[in-house]
């Protein structure tokens, strides 16, 4: 068939290139599952995609023909601009990788894991480590931001927390550093002050280490790294935040002052790496191509009819499979909106272009001349009146996103409100992020986008929906969806024994 050898069948026919779903392809790939992964669009990664600032800005706001309103921005006058030629705005536009969903990779996570064992890293991702995880405490007429504290040593000397609560805070800290993962549930040296951590809640939990609420906060919210509060009632739940404070703080061991790393020149880079990964296995990968019919036998999918889009005319194929790996667009039926309280949820998120650093004024003077260029700073939802928190990542050029001396901004949440993008107020809900930030140049700010999740399982007729993409600035929940896609798809959970990068081992 033309130049693309499609063969009569395959293990899984995977439907879109957002990072789910090239992950899996990758991975998948790797451990020798023969793979097809189809794009309908012309474009890898989708939501996990990055973007120049002429892509984004005609993306999200109207530009007039002939016109060329980023060219202010690389020169102040009208004489320095008349200068310019095509290929030097070509060039500087260029230099800007900007992500339509910016996330973090916790250092010692599973995704760094996948993306060490199966050679993308060094091979064709560099990372980058993001200099700072802050949290933001409701203190004052313009709050407090502070650095967050994950270990006994850190909680003594954090701002966040009065005299008597570091001791708490402390005493938690060393009991979560001390537990056994080996240990049966109930054992012992795992009970804190005889509280049995495989049969209460966090919220338990949390009263009996005395901790305040704003404690509570930072560790539920800014170290476990949790979106909700409905982790507070789940029992049994302790041993698997346990797990997750140490996941930060091991990533935080990798590079000293945040646990998270960001590959360089953009987000956009992994779906593409993991499509390579998956090629370089015998996958076969088609852009601009869509699914006509999907096939079954006996109530499990069987096989896909599409059409593939080639400057030469249309092709249409058909070939079997015993699995389907979906984004949600493809098949609107099997899944539904995320909902609270009786409403669908809707991802806000606006990205911001600075021409400084942060720059809030609790950060003392010595502090801010240290302020990273690259951090993610958290607002919990309790911290600004909120039912969810609100996300902050900020990224320099350090990290080839941007030409100096911008710096972009991404701020992120659930809206609480019934608004519509016709209301140019619409993200009115994300100023406490604005706040933070200080003086804006630009901000581009994307729809309200509503979230869905899979109807079933999939295990049934084998057909496996990933799920769209939280406000978190970090990939937990997206991890969390592979692994656990993996694990209805092969029988078998996904483990990786792999050490990762650290700040001794970037080229």
């Known amino acids: 068939m033309g130049d693309m050898d499609i063969s009569d069948s395959y293990d899984y026919v995977i439907l879109g290139t957002g990072l789910t779903e090239s ?89 760094t894991k996948i993306i060490v064992a199966t050679n993308l890293y060094p091979n064709y991702v560099q990372f980058g480590p993001v ?21 006994a040593v850190e909680a003594m000397s954090s701002d966040l927390m009065g005299f008597f609560e570091k001791r708490r805070a402390k005493a938690f800290l060393d009991f979560v550093g001390t537990y056994q993962d080996d240990a049966p549930p109930g054992a012992p040296e795992n009970l804190f002050r005889g509280l049995d951590l495989s049969k209460c809640t966090m919220k338990d939990l949390y009263e009996k280490a005395g901790l305040e609420s704003a404690t509570r906060d930072f560790i539920g919210h800014s170290l476990a790294l949790y979106t909700s509060e409905d982790y507070l009632t789940q029992p049994g739940l302790p041993m698997e935040a346990i797990q997750r404070i140490r996941l930060y703080v091991n990533s935080m061991s990798k590079f000293g002052n945040s646990p998270y790393i960001y590959p360089r020149y ?43 889009h080639t400057p030469n005319g249309d092709m249409k194929f058909s070939t079997k499979t015993s699995a389907i790996i979906a984004e949600p667009s493809y098949f609107e039926s099997r899944v539904k909106p995320v909902e609270e309280r009786g409403k669908p949820l809707r991802l806000l998120r606006t990205v911001c272009i600075l021409d400084h650093p942060i720059a809030h004024p609790s950060l003392k ?13 958290i607002i919990p939802y309790s911290q ?17 996103v941007c030409p100096e001396p911008y710096y972009i901004a991404f701020v992120s949440t659930i809206a609480e409100r019934d608004i519509s993008a016709s209301d140019p107020n619409f993200d009115a809900e994300l100023q406490p992020g ?17 979230l869905f999740e899979p109807v079933d399982n999939g295990t049934s007729d084998r057909i496996f929906m990933t799920k769209t993409y939280d406000p978190a600035t970090h990939w937990e929940s997206t991890v969390a969806d592979i692994m656990d896609i993996y694990s209805r798809a092969e029988g078998k959970e996904l483990k990786i024994e792999q050490s990762t990068p650290d700040a001794n081992s970037q080229p």
């Open 131 to 151: 200099e700072g995880s802050y949290v933001y405490k409701n203190e004052g007429q313009a709050g407090r931001v502070s650095k967050v504290p994950s270990t």
């Open 384 to 400: 600004c009146g909120r039912r969810h928190d609100i996300y902050v990542a900020v990224f320099s050029s350090q990290l080839g």
């Open 434 to 450: 604005y706040k933070v930030l200080g003086s804006i140049k630009k901000k581009f700010k994307f729809p309200p986008k509503p």
């Open 23 to 111: 992950a899996l392809s990758g991975y998948l790939g790797s451990q020798g599952k023969r793979i097809i992964h189809i794009e309908k669009s012309s474009q890898y990664g989708a939501d996990a995609a990055s973007v120049n600032i002429e892509t984004l800005w005609r993306m999200l706001e109207p530009v007039p023909a002939g016109e060329q309103p980023w060219v202010e921005w690389m020169h102040p006058t009208k004489e320095q601009r008349s200068e310019l030629t095509e290929e030097k705005i070509r060039h500087w536009v260029n230099k800007w990788n900007i992500d339509l969903l910016p996330k973090f990779l916790m250092a010692d996570g599973v995704l």
């Open 365 to 377: 003077p010595k502090e801010k001349e240290s302020t990273p260029s690259t951090l993610q700073l």
């Open 266 to 308: 953009g987000i956009g880079d992994l779906p593409q790496s993991f499509c390579r990964l998956s090629a370089v296995h015998g996958g076969t990968f088609l852009l601009e191509t869509d699914v006509d019919e999907v096939m079954y036998e006996d109530g499990k999918v069987s096989g896909i009819k599409a059409t593939w």
